[in-house]
C-alpha cells in the first residue's frame, strides 16, 4: 500500500514537471526558449532534448557552445573529442554569438584547429579558449577575422604570429599563460586590432625578450601581470596608450621594468611591485617614483610595494614636483615616503586608505611630518581615513595625531589593531588616541580590535 502511494506521488511529480514544460513551451516562441538555452553549458543545453518532443533539435539553434569539464559526463562510451565533433555537426546555427573551450583531457592538435576553424567559418563572436599548455599554431583564420568582437587565449603555450593580422572589430583581447616567439610578435598582434578596447595579459613567457611594447589609440582598460621566473629579468615594458582610462599593473621590481606616457586620459590605476630581492637599490627607487609620476591624472589609485625609500635625500634630489590635482582617493600599501609625497601634493585628496601589506609592520615607517606648511588637502579636502593594521609604534602615533590635529573637515577615521594584540595595549593604545587633539569637532573616531570589525 505504502509503496503504490509513493509510485501515484512519483507519477503526481512528473505530470506536474511535465504540464510545466508544456506551458513554458506553448507561452514562448522557439528564440526565446534558444535564448534562455544559450545561458547554460551545452551539456545542459543538449540535455534538454528528452524534455518533450519540441525540445528534441531545439539546442541546435543555441547561439552559444560552451565545451568544459561537465562536457566529459554527458557519456562514458564516447570521448571528449568525439562528442564536441558530434555536437558540432549537429548545431545548425551559422551566427555564433559565443563559443567557449575549456580542454582538461588529451586532444590532438587536429582536432583542435579542426574546431577553431569551424567556428570561425560560422562568423563567432567570442572566442574563449583553454588548451591546458598545449603547443598549438593557429589557423590564419583566428587573427584574420571581420567579426571576432572578444578573444581569450589560456595556456596556448606556444603562440606563433607568422601572417596577417587584421581583427577589425576586435574590442576585447585576453592572453593568459603565452609564450612569445620574439620582440615584435606582441606589437604585430596590436597593430592589427583597430579599435581594441580592454587588453588584458597574464604569465607572459619569454626569458630572451629585451623589451615588451604596448603601444596603441584605443586601449581604455590595461592589466598586465607579469611572474618571476617566465619574464626575463631586465625586460623593459613600455606603455603608450593615450585613451587608457584603468591601468592595473603586477610587476617584479627590476631597474627600469616600467615606463609610460601620454596617459592623460587615466582615471583609476592599481599598481603593485613584487620585491624579489632585499638589497637596497636607489636606482630601482628612482624608477620607481618616476614611473608613479606619470600617473598624476588619476582619481582613484591603488599602490602596493614592500620595497622600503630608506634614501629619500637620494630619490627626492632634483626631482620636478608632480602634482596629483585630480586624485580623490588613495589606497596605500607602500613605504610612508609615499604617504607623504601624495600628502603634499594631492590637493584634493578626500580619501585615504593606509593597509599593511605582508611583513610590512616589521618595517620602519619612514614618518616624517611635511616640511613645510600643513597640506591643503588634509586641511581643508580629506573626510575619511581608514588605517588598517595599527602595528602601535610611534611613528603610527605620531602620524595619527598629525591628521587628527590638522584635519578640518574629517568626518571619520577607522583604526584597526593588528592581531594579535593584548588588550591591556590595546586599551592603553585607545586612551591614548582619544586624548589627541581634534581639528575636526565632526570627526568620529572609531577602534577595531581585529579584521572583523569589532569595536572596543
Known sequence: MERTIQSSIKRQKVSDNTSSIDRLSAASPDDVLCHILSFLPTKSSVSTSILARRWRFLWTHVPNLNFGIETLFISRRKSFSEIITRVMFLHKVQSLNTFRLSRFVCCSEHEIETWITTVMSRHVKNLVINLGNNHIKFHECLFTSKILVDLRLDCCLFFHLNGTVCLPSLKKLHLCSIQLDGDETFPH?????????????????????????????TIKR???????????????LQIDCPALRYLQLQLCLFDDLVSAQKLTSLIEADIRYKVHRE?????????????IDTLCSVNCLKFSSAKSFTNRP?????????RFNNLTKLELVADWFFLVKFLEN????????????????????????PFQQVPKCISSHLRTITIDGFGFTEPEFDMVKYILRNAEVLNKMEIYFIPPSGPKVKNEALKRISLFHRGSEA??????????????
Not at 579599435?195 to 588584458?200: A, G, K, N, Q, T
Not at 637620494?314 to 608632480?322: A, E, K, N, S
Open 189 to 217: 598582434l596590436i597593430s592589427g586590432c583597430p579599435v581594441l578596447e580592454e587588453l588584458i595579459i597574464e604569465k607572459i613567457i619569454n626569458q630572451k625578450m629585451v623589451s615588451f611594447s604596448i603601444s596603441s589609440p
Open 222 to 236: 590595461l592589466k598586465v601581470a607579469f611572474q618571476l621566473g617566465i619574464w626575463r629579468s631586465g625586460c623593459r
Open 279 to 291: 638589497v637596497e637599490d636607489d636606482y630601482d627607487n628612482l624608477s620607481v617614483l618616476n614611473f
Open 314 to 322: 637620494f630619490v627626492d634630489q632634483g626631482r620636478p614636483i608632480r
Open 346 to 369: 594631492a590637493e584634493n585628496l578626500e580619501v585615504l586608505i593606509i593597509r599593511e601589506g605582508h611583513g610590512m609592520h616589521k618595517k620602519p615607517k619612514n614618518w616624517i611630518e
Open 443 to 456: 570627526c568620529q573616531l572609531v577602534i577595531y580590535r581585529d579584521p572583523l570589525r569589532n569595536k572596543l
